[in-house]
């Protein structure tokens, strides 16, 4: 059994609008590996937008069970749990479960590449007492390859990774601040042995804001960037 924990307290985002204050995203991962075909991650996640003048801020739990199928496909499902301040006056809770396909290479290369298929339903009550409900479906293409050695997986790599991620909605959109139609990222990552990895990246998440009422916030945000830190440290348990 393999547990890993995935530290990442440094996330800065600075929005392109004039006027927006940087947002700071802090996340812990722990993450089993049950067997050789079934990994259990849960993650808790608190971010929030550094100025009293624009109040958002969400506290969310990401439980996920990933089922290795074949040596190139992954299935995975789970629930994710967010409970955000949109804005001064309004707050909502979100229950998203959701069902995923991963098709990806070989981990035995100098660099690896995957794509994950997800579909989600999205349930929010919010504190007017109204509520949303939507199904998305999400895209996304992650690329990695070792700079400094011949495998990805082996200690002392460096390796360059970078990912693109589309958001389509079937049906209406929900109520919220950052409303998020696409993700790109790049960044480096360092491992340092089978138990300690490091990695940082720039990501850009493209959102507009669904809020209908009045609002201080900018009713559109073109571009969000985020500097992310991550520390990764995985246990074995030979017993």
Known sequence: MVGICCLLPFNDLKAQNSGTKPQYWNNITLAWQVNDRLWVVNTLSYN???????????????GTAVFRMNSFLLANGGLYIATTKQSATLSSLEI??????RISTKANKR????????????????????????????????AAIAINRKLILEDHTLSFFSYFEAFHNFDNEVVERYFTTLKYKAGLAYRFSPQWQINIGVLSNRTRSTIGVPSH??????????LE????YGIRNNG
């Open 96 to 101: 998203r479960p959701y069902v995923g396909i």
């Open 217 to 226: 916030a900018p009713t559109n945000v073109v571009s969000n960037f985020i």
């Open 48 to 62: 929030f937008l550094f100025d009293k003048e624009l109040p958002w801020s969400e506290f969310t739990y990401n």
């Open 229 to 232: 830190l991550g520390v990764i």
């Open 111 to 142: 660099w690896l590449i995957s794509n994950l298929t997800r579909i989600e339903w999205r349930n929010l009550n919010y504190s007017d007492d109204s509520s949303d409900e939507a199904f998305r479906l999400r895209n996304r293409t992650s």
